[in-house]
């Protein structure tokens, strides 16, 4: 597996260092911390990990911020961020409809069962990597076009 690619410190488009970023760095955080609150809110209710990631109120502003925000941290590190919380929502709710094509028939139902637990506990490692890195000022990997 190669490494991936390292973003400099500072924004490309106006040069600007990298304190420029503190605001989006904070947005970044506030996103974060609303996946986790959609995640834990599965963990801790009888609702599912991924259920409550893909359909809670916290997982949707998120998201909604992210796309609104976007554009204030394209061409630096923080983007890679913004990607990666992107994809881990809508692979989500990728592997949520699936799980939910499996389950309309009877023989699929352990099926479902296995994607939505595996999906789930795929967002919970999605969230805290990407948390972790984030205070680390650390860049996530990108999959190559």
């Known amino acids: 597996m190669t490494e991936p690619e ?4 500072q924004d490309e488009a106006s040069g600007q260092p990298e304190g420029d970023l503190d605001g989006p760095r904070a947005w970044c955080h506030v996103m974060y911390g609303l ?3 959609s995640a834990a809110s599965g963990i801790l209710s009888s609702a599912t990990i991924i259920g409550a990631f893909v359909f809670g109120w916290p997982s949707i502003i998120a998201v909604i911020i992210n796309y609104v925000t976007s554009g204030r941290v394209r061409g630096t590190w923080l983007a890679t961020h913004w990607r990666w919380q992107l994809r881990s929502f809508w692979f989500a709710a990728l592997w949520l409809l699936v799980a939910g094509l499996l389950a309309l028939t009877l023989i699929g139902i352990p099926a479902a ?3 939505i637990v595996g999906t789930g506990l795929w967002v919970l490692y999605r ?3 990407g948390w ?3 205070l680390d000022r650390r860049a996530m990997p990108m999959p190559v076009a």
């Open 35 to 37: 996946h986790a609150l």
């Open 127 to 129: 969230v805290i990597r």
């Open 132 to 134: 972790m890195a984030l």
């Open 6 to 9: 390292v973003i400099p410190a």
């Open 113 to 115: 069962f296995m994607v």
